[in-house]
C-alpha cells in the first residue's frame, strides 16, 4: 500500500506568516494535531504540530503571545515528508524513527495530502468497511474508472457481483481483491461473458 492510498486530501496548510492564533483555531476546528505550513509559493517549509504549541507554552510563553506570533516562529524546519508512492511500512518507519505523528505528503515540494499514526494503523487493522472501499477502489482503477463490479466484505470474506468479459478480466479482478489487506478469502458470483 502505498501513502497516496490512505492520505487525507486535500490537506490543511497554513501560510508561514499566518497567526498562530489561525494555526490553533485550525488544529481545534478541523480535530488535527498538525498542520503543514507554506510559503507565498505553496511550498512546504514547515510543520507546526500540537508538540511545538506545548513546547513554547511550557517556555514561558503565555496563550496571548502565542496568538502574536507567526507560524513560522513556531514551526518545525525541515519536516519529515513523502511522496504519494512512498510504502507505508517505510512510512511508518521514517515516523517511529523521526517521532513524528503527522507526514505531509508532496508533489514537487506541494502539499498534496498528509499521513497520521492513525491512517497507517488503520491499514494494519483494517475493518470490513475499509477493506471493501479499498478493493472496490482497486476494481474501480482497473475499469479505468467505471463501477463494473460490485465489491461486499464482511467477516473479512469479499464477494464480487458484476460480469466479466473474459476469464483473464475475472481473474485479475479477483486477484486484486485477494491481494487487499483486510480480506481473507474471495467469491465471485459474477459471471464471464
Known amino acids: 500500500m502505498r501513502a497516496k492510498d490512505i492520505m487525507s486530501a486535500p490537506a490543511y496548510t497554513v501560510r508561514a506568516d499566518a497567526p498562530v492564533a489561525v494555526v490553533v483555531e485550525l488544529l481545534e476546528r478541523q480535530s488535527i494535531t498538525a498542520v503543514p505550513v507554506v510559503n507565498e509559493r505553496g511550498v512546504l517549509v514547515g510543520m507546526v504540530t500540537e508538540g511545538d504549541l506545548l513546547r513554547r507554552e511550557a517556555g514561558g510563553a503565555t496563550v496571548g503571545d502565542l496568538g502574536v506570533r507567526e507560524a513560522r516562529e513556531v514551526m518545525s524546519a525541515r519536516p ?10 517505510d512510512l511508518a518507519a521514517a515516523m517511529v524513527k523521526h517521532d513524528t ?6 508533489v514537487e515540494e506541494r502539499v498534496v495530502g498528509v499521513v497520521s499514526r492513525g491512517d497507517v494503523l488503520r491499514t494494519l487493522l483494517p475493518t470490513d468497511d475499509a477493506a471493501q472501499r479499498e478493493a472496490q477502489h482497486r476494481l ?4 479505468d474508472g467505471q463501477h463494473r463490479w460490485q465489491v461486499h466484505v464482511h467477516d473479512t470474506v469479499a464477494s464480487i457481483d458484476g460480469q466479466f468479459d473474459e476469464d483473464t478480466e475475472r481473474a485479475v479482478a479477483e486477484a486484486l481483491v485477494r491481494t487487499t489487506a483486510g480480506v481473507t478469502a474471495v467469491r465471485v458470483t459474477a459471471r464471464s461473458g
Open 140 to 143: 474501480d482503477a482497473y475499469a
Open 101 to 106: 505523528h503527522t507526514v505531509p505528503v508532496v
Open 80 to 89: 519529515v515528508m513523502a511522496w504519494p508512492d512512498a510504502d507505508v511500512a
